[in-house]
């Protein structure tokens, strides 16, 4: 029995997982509240369970797994690996070993990979579609090299105007971007001037992470959302731009100060602390919470106290700075082609210089956002940090500046 063989008998037995419970259209595998993947009632267990596949020996079952992964390397033929995590806790588990973090293998597969650290020598090519009309903003994977017309969504945002600030919240869900939903993972809120950010983590990045209070806690029929890990604001970063009262021409500068990532991490052998399983309280939505858990050789090392504890300097991301084009009177920035429109917004971070030799400024971007569209935008990042903070200091760049500009 040929591989293409077995993998079409298995799209028959689990078809029906796959196209009910990992609908890709909210992000990988979510879709509206009654139904996910964990907690679908309609899958006959029982039928499955008298199938071939659920007594497949071990050995094999982890070949054929195997074979999965590697052969669904991109989006969206990679929805068959979500799917069959979505089986069973045997073939969870499986690919739970199976399925590396993005750091080590430059890939997006579960939702929790949106919070771990992307590749080391590598960008992840992402692009941000704005929407005027509802104050919106939806990230998306790239899928192919020269167009970004299609792509597998990843996050949203929601502009949220107050008195005294704004609030971007973030959430995995493009039809239910609200704080008191299941899918809300953080948020970005700025100054009544928009030149100072914190980035918030819905959730505590390493342990004994310390919780903001705030009236935003989240909070479901008046009790906390999880009864695992206080719910709240958990801080991870904090973005600042520099005043610009003289109202002189040039760009912006910004300074990203990390948190929950230590300046080592960039040093060779560093390692960036990287979550593992999302935590949700309601346990009666979510009964199967390991499925959204990633793991990998080095999840343990990841998992490191608070950085004040550890008494280990933050990481610190400067944006480069743009070099002034005589010919074309402008200041320019080496974008190799991934941005085409000059904006005010366009921007690269590399690690300040405070986090290496004194007086040198470091040649490796981090992150780098720039403008190909009216209200379109390409977002590329890689390690240490995640795609949910590399969104969050985006949405930053988007928001009007007073005193800035």
């Not at 003289?246 to 500068?253: E, H, K, Q």
Request: aromatic share 10%; with cysteine; charged share 20%.
């Amino acid at each position: 029995m040929s591989f293409r063989s077995i993998i079409q008998d298995m799209k028959g037995e689990i078809g029906n997982i796959s196209r009910k419970g990992f609908d890709m259209r909210f992000g990988y595998g979510m879709r509206s509240r009654s139904h996910r993947v964990v907690q679908d009632n309609s899958v006959p267990v029982d039928a499955f369970q008298q199938s071939c596949w659920a007594n497949m020996p071990p050995e094999l079952l982890r070949d054929v797994l195997m074979r999965i992964e590697a052969s669904e390397s991109t989006w969206p033929p990679r929805k068959n690996v979500v799917a069959c995590a979505g089986v069973c806790r045997n073939w969870r588990e499986l690919l739970k070993e199976i399925v590396t973090v993005p750091e080590i293998s430059g890939k997006l597969t579960f939702p929790i990979s949106l919070k771990q650290p992307g590749p080391r020598d590598s960008l992840i090519q992402c692009y941000i579609k704005r929407s005027r009309s509802n104050q919106t903003y939806y990230l998306y994977l790239g899928l192919n090299q020269t167009s970004i017309d299609d792509g597998k969504f990843l996050l949203v945002a929601r502009k949220c105007r107050r008195p005294t600030c704004t609030d971007y919240i973030i959430s995995l869900n493009g039809d239910d971007v609200s704080k008191g939903s299941s899918t809300y993972i953080g948020k970005l809120r700025s100054n009544f001037l928009g030149t100072k950010f914190t980035i918030y983590d819905a959730q505590p990045p390493s342990t004994g992470a310390k919780v903001t209070k705030s009236r935003s806690t989240r909070l479901v029929n008046m009790k906390q959302v999880s009864p695992r890990v206080p719910s709240g604001n958990y801080p991870v970063a904090h973005i600042s731009y520099e005043l610009n009262v003289l109202g002189s021409r040039g760009p912006r500068r910004m300074q990203c100060i990390m948190d929950a990532i230590p300046a080592s991490a960039i040093e060779p052998g560093g390692v960036a602390p990287t979550q593992s399983e999302f935590v949700h309280g309601n346990l009666d939505s979510f009964p199967s919470i390991s499925f959204f858990r990633s793991k990998s050789t080095r999840a343990d090392t990841f998992q490191s106290g608070p950085l004040s504890d550890q008494k280990e300097a933050m990481l610190i991301l400067r944006n480069k700075s743009p070099r002034w084009h005589e010919e074309l009177q402008c200041w320019c920035l080496n974008f190799n082609g991934r941005v085409t429109i000059a904006s005010v917004k366009n921007f690269q971070l590399v690690a300040s210089p405070e986090n290496g030799v004194a007086g040198q400024e470091p040649e490796n971007v981090i992150l780098q956002f720039g403008k190909v569209g009216k209200d379109l935008f390409t977002m590329d990042y890689q390690y240490p940090i995640s795609a949910f903070q590399a969104f969050a200091i985006c949405l930053s760049s988007f928001d009007t500046k007073i005193a800035c500009e």
